[in-house]
């Protein structure tokens, strides 16, 4: 639940009064024009923005209480792929947040963490440096990450950006595994929508029809429209 | 062989022993932190900032640690708040930071007669100068320093590795960075007795990116990040003493010969090693791993070859 969202760098608003009630087994995807605010909508909605005004709610309860439940998929840019760890080490940070910041792995994320490696179709790249792996199976790593979470809404930056056909068929597959399971996924997307609900966000001034043509979606009915006021 | 066992008889021998160990395991594992991060010029910088506190508590006759202590709590402060105006970029910061406090050290002992034995002592160490009090402070704060890095391994590690998922998670990236500053102000703070306020920096940051270049996980990393200190540490620390040379000196020297052999030999990563890897006579014979089928849509194009 998205409630009069209001989100903006320093004093620039970049998005103001965006609202969505979002319910379970929902797949929404942002869209909209370079510029128009995807990746800071989403950021926002994971917590990762000081919010100008507006609350975001996950059942009832404010989202910094539910953090947790959240898992979120960053762009790769975002990424240190430098840095020492393994495929494994990126999935079982998805345990963290249940495992608390300091306790060492107990069976169940040690399987928590195998099971979403098999999920993802990336079990024998375990062991391998995050460096060595191509596009597609990186973001198959951090998907994965995502898996082990257990969360109960998923966010991810432009999922399908940079990957090879088989891991996009995958990451469908799994949206469609995690709707059925009542879960929550918003995605910012500049590719396709995958599923009826899209928040369209649109530069100051263009009608909506438009933009909504520009995102060649046009044809479905449930959109959740985001104003901007 | 009594090269090697004579000095342990020494007091001043031992004391800079066990100073030079402490200082070595916790440079190594610290060391490794601030390289995977890209931070080897926060090393440099807070190197640098202790020099006016250290300088002053000289001069005042207090303890040089606590000096040094005092003054990487102000400059981490300094920095912070600096940085909060995103405008000024961190390394900016630091730069500016950094010699102004360099400057400072430099104004305050220049009105002051000193010694230049002690001088040398507190820009290039004097380990074998440790009094039974310098190496208690040092093994316990180094001790608390490792305790630290153990406990905050996971946060520090995720906060680096992908900070805005980590944030997303409900991790506070900001406080583990602070968190961080915290842990290399102490380390370099405890290891300036050891290789002085100058060479510091390269028992931070040497031994760390020697051991990248032989993996590419992070605990081996921090392992043989901690073997090449020692070893390169209680080395500088016998050349020292026989020959009556500046340990701090021949420790860094060591530790770059390491550097430097490995930057040439480690296997996979060494320029050498990896041009001897791709030689011909030792690639694999047999299919390779993949095939390529070319299919042109124009019968034009397979016609047309490069010029």
Sequence with gaps: ?229 | MHALVDPLGDGAFVRALVDVAAVATVAGVVGTLIVVRGLGFLGDALAHAIFPGVVIAFIAGGSLLVGALLAALVTATLMGVLTANTRVRDNTAIGVIFTAAFALGVVVLSGHAIDAEELEGILFGDPLGATAGDVVLTVVVAAAVLVAVVVLLRPLVAAAFDPTGARAMGLPVLAVDVALLAITALTVVVSFKAVGNILVIALLITPAATARLYTDRLKPMMGLSVAIALAASVAGLYVGYHRETSTGGVIVLVITGIFLASWLFAPGAGIVASAWERRASALEGGPPEAEAEVLLASPELTARGPH
């Design chain 1, 1 to 229: 639940m998205l409630r009069s969202l209001t989100v903006g760098y320093g004093r620039r608003i970049i998005l103001r009064g965006v609202s969505a009630d979002i319910p379970r087994g929902e797949l929404v995807s942002i869209v909209g024009a370079n510029g128009t605010g995807k990746s800071t909508l989403l950021k926002a909605i994971a917590g990762l923005l000081p919010l100008v005004d507006g609350t975001i709610e996950l059942f009832g309860r404010p989202i910094d209480e539910m953090r947790s439940h959240v898992a979120y998929v960053p762009q790769r840019e975002e990424v240190d792929w430098s840095f020492p760890v393994s495929v494994r080490d990126v999935v079982m940070m998805g345990r963290y947040p249940r495992l608390g910041w300091f306790r060492p792995a107990r069976a169940e994320d040690e399987s928590a963490v195998d099971a979403a490696l098999e999920e993802l179709g990336i079990a024998d790249l375990a062991r391998r440096h995050v460096r060595e792996l191509s596009g597609g199976q990186q973001r198959r790593a951090f998907i994965a990450r995502a898996v082990a979470q257990e969360p109960d809404v998923v966010l991810l930056d432009e999922p399908m950006s940079g990957i090879d056909a088989a891991t996009h068929d995958r990451i469908l597959e799994l949206f469609d595994a995690w709707r059925q399971r009542g879960k929550v996924i918003v995605q910012a997307t500049h590719g396709d929508v995958h599923g009826e609900s899209m928040i369209v966000l649109r530069r100051r001034g263009e009608p909506a029809e438009a933009a909504r043509l520009a995102h060649h979606a046009a044809d479905t009915e449930e959109h959740h429209d985001a104003r901007a006021r």
